[in-house]
């Protein structure tokens, strides 16, 4: 089913970050609007269920998509997007994208990438990104958003991996970092709540939101790991006091204009 976009009423100069869920987050800048792995249905086959359900979306000038799993390129979740929108993806899943309706972007690590006003540059991740656990393997993507307010970088998922420093001298503003998973344990390409806060030490972005953590699990099981952005906060504050961590349950947002953030009635730096 088609999602009917709604309107964005952000004026200029400000920029809005809406974890939508897992690892789709919504990055609107004016009228502008991106939504990075999008996650949007309540089942994903038969085995993990989604909550809560997404708010509506406004209209897209692009989507990112880190690599091929399953809970990152949903191809239903794909086809509630307007046809024809452009999509950036990893080179192999670039059919994936198309079958999807989308217009895929071919991307890889270093390539510079134009979305309506935005600016991306693709970055490198520590992850097995192919679709399934046979075949060819697949290099996972980051992104690094230029917004009007300063970069954005939107991890997918990964490990901690020397490039994390390259990526902080980028400029960073906000980090979206993965904290915890769907299941029961995380493999390897994975950061859980200590490794994703030593990765500030890296990033030093002005503000830390972590994802991937709150919306997807196992049919018949309790969302894994409820803890694991406080735990995230924790460990920041003392590795990485300088790092402003604001904890965005599913479907809230962090606005920000001119170096100063906001998300509603909760001070930056203060977990949710």
């Known amino acids: 089913m088609l999602t009917t976009p709604r309107e964005s009423v952000l004026p200029p100069g400000r920029v809005r970050v809406t974890y939508v869920g897992h690892a789709s ?9 991106l939504l990075t792995d999008p996650l949007l249905r309540n089942r994903v086959g038969h085995l993990i269920r989604r909550v809560p359900p997404p708010a509506p979306l406004p209209r897209l000038d692009g989507v990112l998509i880190s690599h091929l799993h399953r809970d990152h390129l949903d191809i239903p979740s794909l086809r509630r997007i307007p046809p024809g929108t452009p999509a950036v993806v990893p080179a192999a899943g670039a059919s994936l994208a198309r079958r ?41 993507l980051g992104y690094v958003i230029r917004t009007s307010v300063g970069g954005i970088y939107f991890a997918g998922d990964t490990g901690l991996f020397p490039g994390l420093d390259e990526i902080g001298d980028m400029g960073l503003e906000v980090a979206l970092l993965p904290v915890a998973g769907w299941g029961p344990r995380l493999g390897a390409g994975h950061l859980d709540p200590v490794q994703a806060a030593d990765a500030l030490v890296s990033l030093h972005p002005r503000v830390a939101v972590p994802i991937h953590w709150g919306t997807i699990s196992l ?17 920041a504050a003392s590795v990485a006091s300088s790092v402003d961590v604001v904890v965005l349950p599913p479907g809230a947002a962090l606005e920000l204009a001119g170096g100063f953030a906001s998300n509603g009635n909760a001070a930056v730096g203060s977990p949710a």
């Not at 919504?26 to 609007?33: F, H, K, Q, R, T």
């Not at 270093?110 to 991740?125: N, S």
């Not at 969302?223 to 995230?232: I, K, N, Q």
């Open 219 to 235: 049919v018949g099981r309790s969302l894994p790991r409820p803890d694991a952005p406080h735990e995230f906060a924790e460990r």
């Open 25 to 33: 987050v919504l990055v609107e800048d004016g009228n502008a609007a």
């Open 100 to 140: 999807a309706g989308l217009a895929p972007v071919p991307g890889a690590e270093g390539d510079v990438i134009r979305l309506g006003p935005f600016e991306l540059r693709a970055v490198g991740a520590d992850h097995d990104g192919r679709r399934a656990p046979v075949g060819a393997p697949v290099s996972a």
